[in-house]
């Protein structure tokens, strides 16, 4: 049995000993049968043996509330952890608590970087070949397209051309999502040019307002997260926000960084969406935290803490 059995017991214990001793060394008698006073004593002095066991046991056992309400809380993607008030009845229960908390975190945060690791590799390997494979055969489509259109008889030409300007598009699109897929400007510029190239391919569709201010050296980890995060929000932004204009920021706020994007659309955003779950998992993985609010418009910040020296 646990020390809190024991605890309980003592208290009942020692109420229910003080209230005999203090009854029996008392003045106060009982009849037979028994008078109205006495009833009135006995039951004051019952009163007083339930308060006093109530209050105790209420204080005893108050840290399980506590715990209560953070195990209905507790999501994983804060870092609560029940706190230890001196009770040592709850310290073993408190603590394997928070180390079940701690184990939880570590598994998750292991798990989505495993499969967050799988979907950069899928995403590479896919971009790849639309590169590689379908961007060559489309290349090849449009050289054969202009030897047929250099030997065709003119009345082809005009169709031919609208063939040429078709594939051409294609060949286009492809490579687009080549480079929403791989971002190889990440890669081999930095993130201030990728952020830039984002915002630029957004553009025609949002009216954009950039600053980006001077950035401390990152780890590759920190700058594809913020990244990807920046990408899923302006895509966000684009296919269902209805806005006409959006901000994204990237400046150091004492020893944190934050990046934030907000635009002047419909809000509404589902902080549960696949798109939302997706950037909190890639938040977690650096330590950062992501916040959402959409009410009027929608404004997504993350804050990567500690990476100013």
Known sequence: MGPLFWRLCVINGAVFTIGTLALAFSPATVSSPVLLREILVLGAGLAIILVTNALLLRRSLAPLTTLTALMHRVDLHTHDRAVDRGNGDLTYLIDSFNTMLERLETERSSASA???????????????ELHDEIGQSLTVALLGLKRVADRAPAELSEELQLVRDTVRGSLDEVRQVARRL??????????????????AD??????????????????????LVIYRIAQESLTNVVRHSKASSVRLTLRPD???????IAD??????????????????????????????SEQGTEVTLTIPGVIG
């Open 254 to 260: 004492g020893r944190d960084l934050v990046l934030k």
């Open 264 to 293: 002047d659309g419909v809000g509404g955003a589902r902080a549960d969406g696949a798109g939302m779950r997706g950037m909190q998992e890639r938040a977690l993985l650096i330590g950062a935290r992501l916040t959402v609010t």
């Open 114 to 128: 495993h499969a967050l690791a799988a979907q950069e590799n899928e995403r590479q390997r896919i971009a790849r």
């Open 182 to 199: 791989r971002p190889g400007v990440l890669e081999d510029l930095g993130l201030h040019s990728a952020l830039t190239a984002l915002t």
């Open 202 to 223: 957004v553009a025609p569709a949002v009216d954009v307002t950039r600053r980006i201010e001077a950035l401390p050296p990152l780890t590759p980890e920190v700058e």
